[in-house]
Nanobody
Framework: QVQVEESGGGSVQAGGSLRLSCAAS????????MGWFRQAPGKEREGVAA???????RYADSVKGRFTISRDNAKNILYLQMDSVKPEDTAMYYC????????????????????WGQGTQVTVSS
């Protein structure tokens, strides 16, 4: 049974930091590309960052230099370190896994991901 569960969200002031975690089970985690997406009210879901099975990282321009994605393949955990957060980072954050077969798809295309968590809310106040 596939399980993907995010944690670590909360409220933080602008300029602060948060670390999101995503625990995954029920699939061959180390072979999957993993990504973080977010969705703010009234907006479309957007890709934030992704890391493939070889550790190659990709970031949205809006978070480059502020967020860091990492993974622990021994524990099947994905992380998103969020530093220097801004009010525009406020959103529901989702963790997702993508099968190796979909690797050629763009990293920030949500349709390429087949395992999703329920999300964790991040609220940044100014």
């Amino acid at each position: 049974q596939v399980q993907v569960e995010e944690s670590g969200g909360g409220s933080v002031q602008a300029g602060g930091s948060l670390r999101l975690s995503c625990a995954a089970s029920g699939f061959t985690y180390r072979t999957y590309s993993m990504g973080w997406f977010r969705q703010a009210p009234g907006k479309e879901r957007e890709g934030v960052a992704a890391i493939d099975g070889d550790g190659i990282r990709r970031y949205a321009d809006s978070v480059k230099g502020r967020f860091t994605i990492s993974r622990d393949n021994a524990k099947n955990i994905l992380y998103l370190q969020m530093d220097s957060v801004k009010p525009e980072d406020t959103a529901m954050y989702y963790c997702a896994g993508k099968m190796r077969e979909y690797s050629p798809w763009p990293w920030n295309l949500s349709n390429g991901y087949n395992h999703w968590g329920q999300g964790t809310q991040v609220t940044v106040s100014s």
